[in-house]
């Protein structure tokens, strides 16, 4: 199959899949085993070599796991992808390659909250730096960028505010560093916006979300364009240099585009082992077969919900970027023409305590610290997820005491609507 000439709705179906060699079996295999006999010694060994591709270890390799490779990268416009256990797995999986003790990666401070934490907290302990900056600002983050910058990093529709990222913009500043550009294409999904085509040199995604889309599984996966030049740029020696852990190969001169890839499963997950399931990789194989199908759904729901609330009486704001009031409205029809997702927030008059009311009085939605499901799903974040924080630092992580943030699911609009209204009355009744 010549993938390149498909459109997304075929190969959302089709890319890296083949009716199994040994059964015919139509649907991909769950290939539940930890480990593949070689043919003879000498395959063994140029298996371990990388002379050859194939299955060794499913800690490394899998081939359910690897149709789900396959899949996701064809679908970003990408040369490979690995596999993790994660989104945030796949963040680590990321920077891994890259970065050394005393290395920074430049992050936008409009990000999803458990990020802000692995950032801005437990990547220290790898003698790793985020510096956050304002991703609008071109200057800033220009500034930001020293020698030991390896990376930049941010979300293309930020998760919960819905704040829209300037791709080709932030893509030029890290061109003229020398560094690649890490996009988190969570919210978005490849159905709305390709980073790569605004200039990302990888993105990230967490499958447990919209990739998957009902709420069944954790998993994550890196992408490569395939198109940084990690000699020229001559700042990521794992990459270029000969890599101690992978007895001196030099990975770019051996795999060309694949160089970062065959890292990732030579060294990332050999060593690091965030590996993901092959039960995982089934579900969220069958989940994107109607990725777009639902997509379309979300975003239909979304607008429409986001409009209605927009004009209720007792709701303040709604931060939804496909609102035309939204300053984001614009930049959306650059970066995601589709739309700009179904993750929005609304401020509810009455502040927190008619939040917990409300929350408490919906039949529909789910009150789950969870998003991207074919569900309809909501969270209070103040009391919640950042029960911890202050007011004034609530307010400033878009998790005010008066917000309340949505995930707008597939099912009826209206009904939907019916449910927020009702609950909305008996918050103030
Ligand atoms: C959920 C989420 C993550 C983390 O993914 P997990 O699969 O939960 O580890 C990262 N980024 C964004 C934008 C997310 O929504």
């Not at 409205?329 to 409300?358: E, N, Q, S, V, W």
Request: glycine share 10%; hydrophobic share 40%.
């Amino acid at each position: 199959m010549t993938e390149k000439t498909y459109g997304f709705d075929t190969l959302q179906i089709h890319a890296g899949a083949r009716p199994d060699p040994a059964t015919g079996a139509r649907q991909t295999p769950i290939y539940q085993t930890t480990a593949f006999c070689f043919r003879d010694a000498e395959h063994a060994a140029a298996l371990f070599n990388l002379q050859e591709v194939g299955y060794i270890y499913s800690r490394l390799t899998n081939p359910t796991v690897s149709v789900l490779q396959e899949r996701v990268a064809t679908l970003e416009g990408g040369a490979g992808a690995v596999c993790c256990s994660s989104g945030h797995a796949a963040q680590i999986m990321a920077l891994f390659p890259l970065m050394g003790p005393g290395d920074n990666v430049v992050v936008s401070n409009r990000l999803y909250g458990g990020s802000v934490t692995q950032f801005s907290q437990t990547i220290k302990r790898f003698g790793w730096e985020a510096k956050f900056v304002d991703i609008d600002k071109k200057g800033e983050i220009s500034k930001a960028c020293t020698k030991r910058t390896k990376a930049i990093f941010c979300e293309s529709i930020a998760n919960p505010g819905g704040h829209i990222a300037d791709l080709p913009m932030i893509a030029k500043v890290a061109e003229a560093k020398g560094v690649p550009l890490i996009v988190d294409n969570t919210s978005a999904t490849p159905w709305l916006c390709r980073p790569i085509e605004h200039g990302a040199t990888l993105v990230v995604h967490s499958l447990t979300k919209y990739m998957t889309g009902n709420g069944t599984v954790t998993g994550g996966v890196v992408v490569d364009s395939g198109k940084f030049d990690w000699t020229a740029a001559g700042k990521h020696p794992s990459l270029t240099d000969p890599e101690p852990a992978y007895h001196g190969l030099k990975f770019h001169e051996t795999f060309g585009p694949l160089a970062f890839t065959f890292h990732g499963i030579a060294v990332g997950l050999r060593d690091l082992g965030m590996t993901m399931n092959p039960q995982g990789a089934f579900l969220t194989l069958l989940g994107i077969e109607t990725l777009s199908l639902r997509m379309e759904r979300h975003v239909a729901n979304a607008k429409k919900i986001a409009a209605w609330m927009e004009e209720h009486d007792l709701i303040t704001e709604v931060t939804y970027a496909g609102l035309k009031s939204s300053p984001s409205f614009r930049r959306m029809k650059m970066i995601c023409p589709k739309g700009a997702g179904a993750l929005f927030t609304a401020r509810l008059k009455g502040g927190y305590d008619a939040c917990t009311r409300f929350i408490d009085n919906l039949d529909l939605f789910s009150h789950v610290a969870n998003l991207g499901d074919a569900r309809s799903l909501v969270i209070h974040s103040a009391s919640t997820t950042h029960r911890q924080l202050s007011d004034e630092q609530r307010e400033r992580a878009g998790a005010a005491n008066d917000m309340v943030r949505f995930s707008i699911g597939i099912e009826d609009a209206d009904d939907l609507i019916a449910d927020i209204d009702q609950a909305l009355k008996a918050a103030h009744g």
